[in-house]
């Protein structure tokens, strides 16, 4: 895909590797110089939940073959641009005080999670029982800071497979704890993790994401989806993660990420008139202020 940002000319290529680790680096050693910047998909390079930030030791080891070419997981962004969404949404006119949003993994979006509370939502949290299988939902995002200071030391060392679903396994859908998604209103996180444990209906429901496929929001649709909101806007069809304009961002920037404030991330997203996507799937006559 081609894109052009600010008078700059992208190419942006999405190559899979279905869990493959092996085949994974042999592309990361092929293709470090020949690129501007990698964006890392189905994968965290760090378990974040406020201040705090870990490196996943798993892909830590597969990216350290790198020696030229930067790599990012779109974090920055999901702790920076995500916080700013539910904000947007209301002032679009849409009605989220009150709701009961369901957060799959707070760990994976603390930004988003923060941001809906912060707009009056009470909040579900699914660390625990999406990732662990232990059946308890966090209220609170200080219980989420402070269980992340105990878990995230353990959960960085366990195999990407265990922490994040990875080939094949992101096509399955195994519903798990469907009563979470019916006491909430809004259903927020990854869409991988939506997608492998929601129920087959979601009668009026916010579904709010991204990197969503056509084939995903006809899904949606015919569960009973009310609103699809994507934090990133679509591109060629699709909507991208926040790994992908991030690793733009990256190029575009021209800095080591390490070197790149989070108020220039936010920059740039307001200077290109960066927006959610919304999609309208249903009856949303409840939705509206």
């Known amino acids: 895909m081609e894109i052009e940002l600010l008078g700059c000319h992208f190419l942006v290529e999405r190559i899979g590797v279905d869990g493959d680790k092996r085949r994974f680096v042999e592309l990361l050693k092929e293709l470090d110089g020949q690129v501007d910047c990698f964006g890392l998909g189905g994968a965290d390079l760090y378990l974040r939940a406020g201040k705090y930030r870990y490196e996943v030791v798993d892909v830590a080891r597969l990216v350290s073959v790198l020696r030229k070419t930067p790599v990012v997981d779109g974090g920055e962004l999901k702790e920076t641009w995500e916080r700013e969404v539910p904000r947007y949404l209301e002032e679009e006119g849409f009605r989220l005080r009150g709701r009961t949003a369901l957060i799959m993994s707070g760990m994976d979006r603390y930004g988003l999670a923060e941001g809906l509370w912060q707009v009056g939502c009470r909040l579900l949290i699914g660390d625990m029982p999406f990732a662990l299988g232990i059946p308890i939902f966090l209220r609170r995002l200080w219980t989420l800071r402070f269980l992340s200071v105990l878990m995230m030391p353990v959960l960085r060392r366990l195999p990407i497979d265990v922490l994040y679903p990875t080939g094949k396994e992101q096509e399955k859908t195994t519903p798990r704890f469907p009563w979470a998604f019916e006491r909430s209103d809004i259903v927020a996180g990854d869409f991988l993790y939506i997608r492998r444990f929601m129920p087959e209906r979601l009668p009026g429901k916010m579904v709010l994401t991204n990197t969503v496929t056509p084939a995903d929001v006809d899904d949606l649709k015919a569960r009973g989806v009310a609103l699809l909101v994507t934090t990133t806007p679509e591109m060629?069809?699709?909507?991208?993660?926040?790994?992908?304009?991030?690793?733009?961002?990256?190029?575009?920037?021209e800095k080591r990420p390490e070197d790149i404030a989070p108020g220039e991330y936010l920059a740039l997203l307001r200077e290109l008139k960066i927006r959610p996507r919304i999609v309208t799937l249903g009856e949303v006559g409840s939705w509206r202020i």
Not at 236 to 253: D, E, P, W
């Open 236 to 253: 060629g069809g699709r909507s991208f993660g926040t790994n992908v304009l991030q690793a733009m961002f990256v190029a575009l920037l």
